[in-house]
């Protein structure tokens, strides 16, 4: 294996061919004048830097696999098609630690920081990061071969509203223990084993639907960074195990954390909000944190739902009550249209409607339907449009 971290100016596109032997090594500087790019860095919204094949496909590593060592074989390889090069005549652009493995079959496959790297292949096009969190083990790569996640994102709360979540929407907290200026984290041993810290990975945190200013991280006595949101170091409690769960607000000092970094404090008459949802962006929710959804069918001007009947059986509308309060989207936007009796709400004109194939607050399985269905971000405008 060789480690490579130069940046040289792309000759001609990589061969997928696999090879059946393990070519000689040579030096970099050796390898200038004929060798091929194999790795690229592109900017990936949200995510930020990560790792690319030559023709900009996002490289992705996996939690099964150990250092300079492939367990993904068979079905796996197949969803997951490894990177590899025909020999060692190759180069990297902002790429660090690189290197490759022979693989079983005899192919060479790349690796960054000793993790083997792969496609994904339901990413039709460059910049796709449809595998980001797959089965928690699949992350995109970053540039010095850490995996790229979000560090925090935004999720809904009964009663509490938007709160933030970790990137597998458990709820983010904050503890009246710690300090804020400076931020210290006062939280370790027995406390950190039911408060785990959030760490981050890489040079920065990520994070989706929050304000960049209120990030920032510390460095634990263990070496690890812990993301702070306002100064103050976040954790998850071991008692939450499924998005829309916050058990630790029962324990005295510990406090969900909103969007803003503050305590998240009840508010049952919150209607309307929004969170993150897949790789939709910041979508508007129900209290429950349900996606709502628009039908091109219907009309912004007037408001008008053309859903009744078997459409509304399967697209519930959104009923809200008198006095009911909106959070995270512009109350300018928001209204209701009179139906069967009740208020329906409208975001931009546009009726809201929940989707009966959403079981779990962060789903959208209705996104797309027919070609006419689509969540709705917090502006009223469609999703993935």
Do not use: H
Not at 47 to 54: A, E, F, I, Q
Not at 124 to 138: D, I, R, S, V
Not at 194 to 214: A, F, N
Not at 290 to 296: E, I, P, Q, S, V
């Amino acid at each position: 294996m060789i480690r490579k971290s130069v940046a040289v100016i792309a000759l001609g596109l990589i061969s997928l061919t696999a090879c059946t032997g393990t070519p000689e090594s040579k030096p970099v500087a050796q390898q200038q004048q004929e060798s091929v790019v194999a790795l690229k860095v592109a900017e990936i919204e949200d995510l930020g830097p990560v790792v690319t094949d030559v023709k900009g496909f996002t490289l992705y590593r996996f939690d099964g696999d150990k250092p300079n060592e492939s367990t993904c074989d068979g079905e796996c390889a197949a969803t997951w098609p490894p990177a590899t090069v025909t020999d060692e005549n190759f180069t990297v652009e902002g790429v660090d630690e690189v290197g490759s493995i022979v693989r079983k079959d005899g192919s060479r496959q790349l690796t960054v920081d000793g993790m083997p790297q792969y496609r994904f292949s339901k990413d039709g096009k460059p910049g796709e990061t449809k595998g980001q969190g797959l089965q928690g083990k699949w992350f995109a790569t970053g540039k010095s071969g850490e995996r790229t996640q979000l560090a925090a994102r935004t999720g809904v709360i009964t009663g509490l509203g938007a709160v933030l979540t970790n990137n597998a929407g458990l709820t983010l907290y904050r503890f009246d223990g710690d300090t804020a200026q400076p931020p210290v984290s006062n939280c370790d041993g027995g406390c950190a084993e039911s408060w785990p810290p959030v760490y981050v990975e890489g040079e920065q945190p990520r994070v989706k639907g929050i304000d960049p200013k209120l990030l920032g991280t510390i460095t634990r006595k263990d070496g690890k960074k812990q993301l702070t949101i306002a100064n103050w170091p976040q954790y998850t409690f071991k008692n939450d195990t499924k998005p829309g769960e916050a058990k630790g607000v029962t324990v005295p000092k510990w406090f969900a954390t909103a969007t803003d970094g503050k305590k998240a404090q009840q508010n049952k008459a919150i209607a309307l909000t929004s969170a993150t949802v897949a790789d939709l962006g910041v979508i508007a929710t129900d209290s429950d944190g349900m996606t709502l959804y628009r039908f091109d069918n219907d009309s912004a001007e007037p408001p008008t739902s053309n859903c009744s009947g078997d459409c509304a059986v399967q697209w519930p509308p959104a009923y809200v009550s008198e006095g009911f309060q909106v959070q995270g989207v512009d109350a300018s936007l928001v209204g209701t249209i009179e139906r069967d009796g009740k208020k329906q709400l409208t975001i931009a004109g546009w009726p809201q409607y929940r989707f009966s194939g959403d079981k779990v607050c962060g789903e959208a399985n209705g996104q797309g339907v027919g070609g006419k269905w689509w969540a709705t971000k917090a502006d009223g405008s469609r999703a993935g449009q």
